[in-house]
């Protein structure tokens, strides 16, 4: 069935460096890469999301990239900042099928 | 708009019991689904209903049911609880699949 993998599991960086995220998926007629972000013991809210139809989102300090021919999509956070600690979570879905696939999820920790 | 919302938020049960988790939206949305998260493993999905009326399995629908009698309402049932439903369940509302998905609060399930 579709799968979307995605590494690392845990990520520490230090105050203002950038982090990386990334997720490969299995189904090439997936056409929406949604990126969630979840707070301890908040629900998930999304943060950026990209078509099949782009290769590169931006907004402000966050951006995703995807490259249709690999089936893998990314997150950059640039100049990060102890509030982006949180778990984050790629998902892929095809129009039509009704079923979003998510990752297992990210850990960032953000050092001060 | 109180976007989406979900009863109980904390449930503890014995192994055999019933019961039902509440979810509802008040943003008119035609999709709406179950996800279970545990750690380690995302967020995978129950089951879904793309309107009044019709519902669908996803990946792990074993020992829930689901119906959609309303497009506000999807409540989900657990027939007989084991401990290997012990989890945090989120309900989710959307447009449609390739859209932003909007979660409740979540609920979170003890099973002993």
């Known amino acids: 069935g579709e799968n979307v993998e995605q590494h690392p599991s845990t990520l520490s960086v230090q105050e203002g460096d950038s982090a990386v995220i990334k997720c490969t998926y299995s189904?090439?007629?997936?056409?929406?890469f949604p990126w969630y972000k979840q707070e301890l013991g908040k629900r998930p809210q999304l943060i950026i999301d990209i078509r099949s139809n782009v290769g590169e989102k931006k907004d402000q300090r966050i951006a995703v990239t995807l490259n249709k021919t690999a089936k893998h999509f990314s997150l950059h956070i640039t100049e990060t900042q102890p509030e982006d600690s949180a778990v984050y979570f790629c998902?892929?879905?095809?129009?039509?099928?009704?079923?979003?696939?998510f990752g297992t999820g990210t850990r960032l920790k953000v050092l001060a | 708009n109180a976007g989406v919302t979900q009863t109980p938020k904390f449930q503890v049960l014995k192994t055999g019991q019933s019961m039902t988790l509440q979810c509802a939206q008040d943003?008119?949305?035609?999709?709406m689904s179950w996800y279970r998260q545990d750690p380690g493993m995302g967020l995978r999905l129950i089951h879904y209903?793309?309107?009044?009326?019709?519902?669908d399995q996803g990946e792990v629908p074993n020992g829930y049911n689901v119906s959609r009698s309303t497009t506000e309402d999807f409540p989900l049932r657990l027939l007989s609880a084991a401990p290997s439903q012990t989890s945090v369940y989120f309900c989710?509302?959307?447009?449609?699949?390739?859209?932003?998905?909007?979660f409740g609060p979540g609920t979170r399930l003890t099973v002993t």
């Open positions: 989710a509302s959307s447009e449609g699949t390739d859209y932003e998905q909007y």
């Open positions: 209903s793309v309107g009044a009326g019709i519902t």
């Open positions: 943003m008119n949305h035609e999709y």
């Open positions: 998902a892929a879905s095809t129009s039509g099928t009704y079923k979003y696939i």
């Open positions: 189904d090439s007629a997936s056409n929406y």
